[in-house]
């Protein structure tokens, strides 16, 4: 008998295929909420760039505006009209991200059920918070 209370469980190429899949979601997890974490990011820019450019007095005053490496002059009116259209491309991107990432929590909420189903206490499969 055991004193830790740890049982020996043989694993099958099954599980070990599990186990491979909870760590690849794990992962992809991960990255796909860092992106989520940059886009929101970018997402205030945005609006703080939008909300500066509402402030500004002098509607005949040309703003310069980014595209790619270069900057263009534009109406205040029509950068205001950029800035709305990227703040919506980036909302969409960072919706479909967070449904991504809620379908792999589903996905990895499967894998646990099962997981800990055979192995118990004798596998982690909880994230380090580091």
């Known amino acids: 008998m055991r004193k830790n209370g740890v049982e020996d469980v043989n694993v099958t ?15 992809r997890m991960t990255e796909l909420k860092n992106e989520i974490e940059v886009k929101k990011k970018s997402l205030q820019n945005l609006q703080d760039a939008s ?17 790619g490496d270069v900057f263009v002059s534009h109406t205040q009116e029509e950068t205001q009209e950029m800035l ?5 491309t980036l909302e969409q991107e960072v919706k479909g991200l967070e449904e991504r ?30």
């Open 101 to 130: 990432v809620s379908a792999i929590q589903q996905v990895l909420g499967d894998l646990k059920v099962q997981l800990y189903a055979k192995f118990g206490n004798n596998i982690n499969l909880e994230a380090d918070e580091s």
């Open 51 to 67: 909300d500066d450019l509402m402030m500004l007095d002098d509607d005949a005053l040309l703003i310069p505006y980014q595209i």
């Open 84 to 88: 709305e259209a990227a703040k919506e």
């Open 13 to 27: 190429f099954a599980d070990q295929q599990k186990i491979n899949k909870f760590a690849r979601n794990t992962n």
